[in-house]
């Protein structure tokens, strides 16, 4: 009996040992067929996510020079620009990858203007006006609104590289379908461009440069300008260079899911991010007991810029921390400030600590007012007192010997 029994009872744990591996199988499976569905669901979100999400962002120095606009890099006209080297990856409409163009980007404003310039590198020239069309086209494109969409009156500076047609005329606008020129409209010319290439000889290699000025606003008012009042402000940009007798062309920001680049210019979600800054304030300031290096003051800086302050305290007194838009910044000096807003920085000082000899402190001194009756009571009592004591200690030891 006692056989039988213990036959059901292993023939039992048997069949739920096998229970037990199925369920751990099929929880197996479960959960790798959640692990493929969440990256099915991050595959997909990644595929449908706008374009905007993952745009080009760039940050506008403020302008100290004002360059002279005959497309040419003049040295030091540039040197306070932002610089952004980049490639135009130069596709033909079917999305075919023709050639890639190292090219550079410089940008700056200050309260009425932006400065621009870009260079674009081993190109070679094409500036025929006849068919088929062999000329070269430049645009540098606006989304003034920064809503990720076009809308009329949009503003752009561009060029068609031939002098005799209208499209050399170089303010541009959205009119809701295409872009086109400001002179088609019946409106002024406000900004200014001009260019240039290093081999200006039909087919042959060199470097093109074009430099321009875009007005925040012109007296004319039209709706075909920035209309900027305050800064800052940021609005979308796009570069683009288009080859029109190779009928291929290059975008800066450049979608990469977008074969077709021409297709970018009228798609405003793939434009980059253009941040047009004022100048900011640094404003300075100290508890009692101490200045600072500059001076305790309001200064204005350019956006980006670097400032150091040194904190120095007064006779009496020790540095003991910053505190930079009222948070604790640390205690080390001097500190650096990046100026990418407006910031205020104070310094605390606070009472030095009484000076210490050996690790205890200083003794108080007395100062006595007749230095000259004790000064030999002193001087005896110092020499009579260790002699006295050493006598003392030499006679005890003698008595316990």
């Known amino acids: 009996m006692s056989m039988i029994h213990n036959y059901h009872r292993g023939r039992e744990r ?37 374009a905007f999400a993952d745009l080009v962002t760039v940050n506008s120095r403020w302008a100290y020079t004002t360059p002279t606009i005959n497309g ?8 306070d620009a932002t610089v952004v080297n980049f490639q135009f990856y130069m596709r033909k409409n079917d999305g075919s990858l023709n050639q890639t163009l190292d090219a550079r980007f410089y ?34 494109l606006f989304e003034d609104n920064h809503t990720h969409t076009l809308e009329n009156g949009d503003n752009g500076v561009g060029i068609h590289l031939y002098p005799s047609a209208e499209y050399a005329n170089y303010d541009w606008y959205y009119d809701g379908a295409q872009w086109t020129t400001d002179k088609l409209a019946g409106k002024n010319n406000d900004g200014a461009l001009n260019w240039s290439h290093t081999d200006p000889v039909e087919e042959h290699l060199g470097n093109y440069t074009f ?16 209309a900027i009042a305050t800064l800052p402000k940021t609005v979308g940009f796009k570069i683009y260079f288009y080859e029109w007798d190779e009928q291929m062309c ?16 009228l798609d405003a979600s793939t434009y980059g991010n253009l ?6 304030y640094l404003t300075i300031t100290t508890t009692a007991g101490g200045t600072t290096n500059p001076a305790p003051a309001v200064y204005d800086y350019g956006w980006g810029e670097v400032q150091s302050v040194s904190a120095i305290p007064s006779s009496g007194y ?23 807003m407006n910031h205020a920085l104070k310094a605390f000082f606070k009472s030095a600590p009484p000076p210490t000899v ?24 110092s020499v009579i007192i260790p002699i006295a004591l050493t006598v003392a200690f030499v006679k005890l030891k003698k008595k316990k010997l």
């Open 72 to 79: 040419t890099i003049s040295s030091g006209e540039w040197t």
């Open 250 to 265: 290059g975008v800066y920001p450049d979608d990469g899911s977008v074969d077709n680049n021409a297709l970018e210019i």
């Open 318 to 340: 020790v540095f003991d921390h910053w505190e930079l838009d009222g948070g604790y910044a640390g205690s080390i000096s001097p500190i650096l400030v990046t100026m990418d």
């Open 358 to 381: 050996g690790g205890m402190a200083a003794p108080i001194v007395i100062q006595i007012n007749e230095p000259n009756l004790l000064t030999p009571l002193i001087w005896l009592a």
């Open 14 to 50: 048997r069949r739920v040992g096998i229970l037990k591996k199925k369920r751990s199988a099929l929880a197996l499976m479960r959960s790798k067929r959640k692990f493929s569905l969440l990256i099915l669901l991050t595959l997909f979100l990644l595929m449908v996510s706008p």
């Open 211 to 226: 430099e321009m000025t875009i007005p925040f606003s012109t007296p004319d008012g039209d709706a075909y300008d920035l």
């Open 107 to 140: 940008v700056k404003n200050n309260l009425t203007h932006i400065d621009a310039a870009v260079q674009i590198f081993n190109e070679d020239f094409d500036a025929q006006d006849s068919m088929p069309r062999r000329y070269d086209s430049f645009g540098l």
């Open 275 to 280: 941040i047009l800054h004022p100048r900011y």
